[in-house]
């Protein structure tokens, strides 16, 4: 498919638009990858010397976590938001996604802090990297938790507000 200028991906007719999160949201999650791996090292050294079968034990467990990452890390080029005229999904990678009907998007929030970020209420979709954008919600998620708000930081956040006001989403 080819990117339109805005970075959404220009849907067929009838599709989605697609928005990318990897630029935002993959760096962060890279650098966890490689503090994971040094420390890896270093506890398996020190630890292996005093007990090598916890030391082997500790590094697989740590090789799994460190899978999991890169796993989700990957994947996020191929799961990106999603928008339409019915719907929008919310995701990160293989980690978490979240489909919003669009009759349930109150807007977007102009301004936010890191304390409206960390409420209980509002799920963050940007993990490690702070959010650019959080779409409010009319009432509480179903099953989650009474989450209100959903955060994420896009590459492209221009062009999805825009979207979601060309559908009508915006309040």
Known sequence: MLRAMTGAIAPPAGGDLSF???????????MLVAIGVVELAV?????AIWHPWIAILLSLVTLIGLGWI????VAMPHRPVLLNTDR?????GTLRSVEI???????????????AI???????????????????LRAPLPGRRGIVAIAHRLDDPA???????????RG
Request: proline share 4%.
């Open 159 to 169: 062009a999805f507000a825009a979207a979601l006001e060309r559908l009508g989403a």
């Open 20 to 30: 990318g999160y990897r630029d935002g949201v993959a760096p962060m999650m890279g």
């Open 118 to 136: 960390k409420d209980r209420s509002v799920l963050n979709l940007a993990l490690l990297a702070y959010p650019n954008v959080v779409v409010d």
């Open 70 to 73: 890169v796993r989700a890390i």
């Open 43 to 47: 506890t398996h050294v020190l630890l």
């Open 88 to 92: 929008l999904v919310m995701r990160v």
């Open 101 to 115: 009907p669009l009759g349930q998007i109150a807007g977007l929030r102009a301004s936010w802090d890191a304390a």
